[in-house]
């Protein structure tokens, strides 16, 4: 077989295949069996259809079966001599297939790109991490208090921040109104129309109010948007939030604290593990972008728009649990491929940079590291880990694993060998 590989750029290689005329003939001849075995004609029984007139009526047949067999082995070797290891599905040009022939075409592949990794140790940053402060601390502990609040009925007008039970009459302009009862939301919280909100205000219980109201324009559903409407909106109840003190009886009531002080310093380890984690994430990131501006190098484009295609479908099945359907909105992916390209060549840049690391310096994972990460996804979805791990190997997450593990060492090398400056 003869393979001619040209480089088109940086990632783009163009491989010139011919396969010789007694490998297309034995292909041939293995198409002419396929199609042999299945072939019907009148006069004879399925199989039995003579060769000579199987060469007549079933001629595309046997081409395509050909095509589909013999084009992707001759691909596959052609790439396995060039050495080549392409990112993506070939674009295949100039195929000249024809029996008694040579097979010949022209394959059109992108590769990862080769990185001359410069000094990996002792790359400077500057990085200075932020530590918790007692304000921080005690911010957190407002929101723990918020989580523990409670809304107790109160015989007075709505106001911001009260609970409100509301019954409510809404429909657009032309359609048959819809009722509601029994509706609970806070008052301000943005989670109703920002005229029924208005209406609560101020009205007392029992008290009915009628406002006109308009469809957002970012509304879910496109063929309401800016739409008007009635709603008649009655109140049931008022509720208002009462927060607990910050006491040595609130933390007691946590259930696994005696006074205020353990729970502060409870809350402040917790935001010291925090912070550690986002100040290790934030320093490895610096030493990436510092690596990255030192080995510019191109990135496949089938990577960036896999990258980009992930992420859309990341965002479309956000959506479906949110209730949406994402085919009912308005998707311009130009503009949503524009807009995501920058990060996601980043992301893909990242990632052949970390590889690359992880290979000069040989750090792999180990099998007993594999099997520590397999046994800890296993806890967490509380199935056994062998089954886990024979899921993640059929589905090929098993080998993600494995590259977001190396990964990581590529990561922890980097931050031991950095110079890290405040």
């Known amino acids: 077989m003869k393979v001619a590989v040209e480089t088109l750029d940086g990632c783009r290689r163009r491989l010139a295949v011919e396969a010789p005329v007694e490998v297309v003939q034995r292909a041939w001849e293995r198409a002419y069996g396929r199609v ?94 932020r530590p918790v402060t007692d304000e921080e601390v005690e911010r957190a502990l407002e929101r723990l208090r918020e989580q523990h609040a409670e809304y107790r009925d109160v015989d007075r007008p709505a106001a911001e921040g009260d609970l409100v039970i509301v019954d409510y009459t809404a429909g657009l302009d032309g359609e048959t109104p ?27 219980r029992g008290e009915e109010r009628e406002v006109r109201f308009t469809v957002p324009t970012d509304h879910p559903h496109e063929e309401v948007r800016g739409r008007t409407g009635t709603a008649r909106v009655r109140l049931v109840e008022v509720k208002e939030k009462v927060l607990p003190a910050l006491d040595d009886e609130f933390a007691r009531s946590l259930g696994q604290f005696d006074t205020l002080e353990a729970v502060r310093a409870e809350v402040r380890r917790q935001l010291e593990t925090a912070r550690a984690r986002e100040e290790r994430q934030a320093l490895e990131e610096k030493l990436v972008d510092a690596l990255l501006a030192r080995h510019p190098f191109e990135v496949p484009e089938a990577l960036v728009l896999r990258q980009i295609a992930h992420r859309v479908e990341h965002a479309r099945e956000s959506m479906r649990r949110q209730g949406l359907d994402p085919d009912r909105l308005p998707w311009d992916y130009d503009k949503i491929v524009a807009e995501l390209r920058p990060s996601a060549e980043r992301a893909v840049r990242r990632a052949l940079l970390l590889e690359a690391v992880a290979e000069r310096e040989g750090l792999e994972p180990t099998e007993a590291e594999l099997e520590a990460e397999v046994a800890r996804i296993a806890e967490a979805s509380q199935r056994p880990a062998p089954a886990i791990r024979r899921m993640m190997e059929k589905s090929g997450d098993l080998g993600a694993l494995r590259r977001r593990l190396r990964e990581r060492k590529a990561l922890e090398f980097l931050v031991e060998h950095a110079v890290v400056r405040a």
């Open 36 to 129: 042999q075995k299945h072939a019907r004609l009148p006069g004879f029984r399925r199989g039995h259809v003579p060769r000579a007139l199987v060469k007549l009526h079933f001629a595309d047949d046997v081409r395509r079966e050909v095509a589909e067999h013999l084009i992707p082995d001759v691909y596959r070797q052609a790439i396995a001599e060039a050495g080549l290891d392409p990112v993506d599905e070939p674009d295949l040009q100039e195929v000249r297939l024809e029996e008694g022939a040579p097979l010949s075409f022209v394959a059109v592949v992108e590769v990862k790109p080769t990185i001359a990794l410069g000094e990996l140790k002792g790359v400077e940053v500057q990085h200075a991490p």
């Open 178 to 204: 819809r009722t509601r009862t029994g509706q609970a939301f806070v008052v301000g919280d943005g989670t109703v129309m920002p005229e029924v909100d208005a209406a609560v205000r101020g009205a007392a």
